[in-house]
């Protein structure tokens, strides 16, 4: 077997060091059953090596992984650029190897136990000290790691290199609140709310500044991140929007109104020839504006007259606004897709579909885009203050749709249909159509519908001889 050589394994395990976690989790998917006799067995080594040593570093690292993103230069978070974290945990191996011998120790025990279904044990201070070892050098090591992340914190925001030191600093709360941060979002009330507040009474005493730097690291491990309002509104007793406005917590809540901002924009910019996906992506959008304006309403005690409230205000408003004008549309695309003939007088009337040209796909695939963000609005209707139009659309939607289909069945069986091929496309655009105004049961009853209508049937009757 020819064997790889050492100068090709350095070459590879440069690439690996410096690749991406997700690169580095595929390659061990992909060589997971490779031999210990192939020529790839010391590249699986390799590549296994670095994916455990990545793994005890993301656990280390936990409670800031979420704020190495990009290249760190977000004017909306603080983040930082994401190659740093792979200089602090090369530097730390150099300097502090003990400490993360520790480290790693800690993070075996807690394999064993889970192997073992025994009691997990605390790694808490083992991690906590390769944290406060990686802020201390920050500051002042001499190491060429981590005067580079300094150095390219810095160029991505100013003061970034000693921003992501004092992240560090209160690391440790942070990996305490972890296991507690589910049920402060879930169930916010005066037992939660007394764990919070003795959390960031922590946090700030670590440095006076450190409580925007706590709720954006709980932020990192919400999904969504605005999820942290919750754990705001409850430290602080549901603050009026002028309090928390002045307070150095004031920009959660101003981000995730300028989120609205963006997702009111593009919901407005929304492409009709991007097809269901675009329609889908929209609907999520109005589903997330609707989500965001009821958190800030929850969370705030809010004026509805100006400031904040105000602001909020106008903006389901103009959700709404924007939600009515696309259903309106709505009707009309559905009528290009699924035309019906017109009468030559002078005030023409609909008289039956049209059914001499095959379906316009353009036509049916912007009706399918605005059809499916009819479809995934319905459950954010009632909040979003469009609940009425919605209903009164879809009633007229399935009308028509239903009129429709019955009007080619008429004509299929009457044999006024020059191609039948035609018919049938036309009816399952009609049961594409279906399934977005009402479900997919009534999709598939069309659909069987037009087999049995539009297939040729033998009725020559045979006399006995």
């Not at 609909?350 to 059914?355: A, I, N, V």
């Not at 695939?365 to 479809?375: D, E, P, Q, S, V």
Request: charged share 25%; glycine share 8%; with cysteine.
């Amino acid at each position: 077997m020819v064997d790889i050589s050492d100068r090709k394994i350095e070459i590879v395990r440069t690439l690996v060091e410096t690749a991406p976690d997700k690169i580095v989790d595929g390659l061990q998917r992909a060589l997971a059953e490779t031999g210990g006799d192939t020529i790839l067995a010391k590249v699986r080594q390799l590549v296994e090596a670095e994916a455990a040593d990545r793994t005890l570093r993301n656990a280390v690292f936990q409670p800031a992984a979420s704020l190495f993103a990009g290249d760190g230069s977000d004017p909306h978070r603080l983040v930082f650029p994401a190659r740093t974290l792979a200089l602090l945990w090369r530097g730390l191996k150099a300097l502090a190897p003990d400490e993360v011998a520790a480290a790693a120790k800690a993070s075996a025990a807690i394999a064993a136990a889970i192997a073992n279904e025994q009691r997990l044990p605390d790694p808490s201070r083992a991690f906590d000290a390769l944290l406060l070892a990686a802020a201390g050098a920050l500051r002042g090591s001499d190491r060429r790691e981590f005067r580079t992340a300094v150095e390219i914190c810095d160029a991505a925001r100013p003061g970034g290199g000693e921003a992501l030191a004092a992240c560090l600093d209160v690391g440790h709360i942070v990996r305490r609140t972890l296991p507690r941060l589910e049920d402060w979002v879930a169930r916010p009330g005066e037992e939660t709310g007394a764990a919070a507040r003795l959390a960031y009474k922590d946090a700030v005493a670590v440095a006076e500044d450190a409580g925007p730097r706590f709720f954006e690291m709980l932020a990192g491990q919400l999904a969504p991140p605005w999820m942290v309002l919750r754990i705001i509104s409850s430290i602080m007793d549901k603050p009026t929007e002028r309090y928390l406005a002045e307070s150095e917590l004031g920009g959660f809540p101003e981000r995730v109104m300028a989120e609205i901002d963006a997702a009111l924009k593009a919901i407005g910019q929304l492409d009709l020839d991007g097809g269901p996906a675009a329609g889908r992506a929209a609907g999520r959008l109005v589903e997330l504006i609707t989500q965001q304006t009821f958190e800030l309403e929850v969370c705030i005690e809010l004026t509805r007259e100006s400031g904040w409230g105000k602001r909020i205000v106008g903006q389901k408003k103009a959700l709404a606004n924007l939600v009515e004008a696309r259903l309106r549309e709505t009707e009309k695309l559905l009528g290009e897709a699924l035309p019906m003939e017109s009468s030559g007088m002078r005030r023409p009337r609909k008289s039956g579909p049209k059914l001499d040209e095959a379906p316009d796909p353009k036509a049916v695939g912007r009706a399918m885009t605005a059809l499916t963000l009819f479809h995934e609005i319905r459950l954010c209707a009632n909040y979003g203050g469009f609940s009425a139009a919605h209903t009164k659309v879809g009633e007229a939607l399935w009308s028509a749709v239903n009129g429709y289909v019955a009007d080619v069945l008429d004509h299929l069986r009457t044999g006024d249909v020059t191609d039948v091929a035609i018919a049938h496309a036309y009816l399952l655009a009609a049961a594409d159509v279906a399934a977005l105004v009402r479900d997919e049961a009534a999709a598939e009853l069309v659909r069987r519908r037009a087999v049995v209508a539009c297939t040729p049937t033998d009725n020559t009757i045979v006399l006995d001889a």
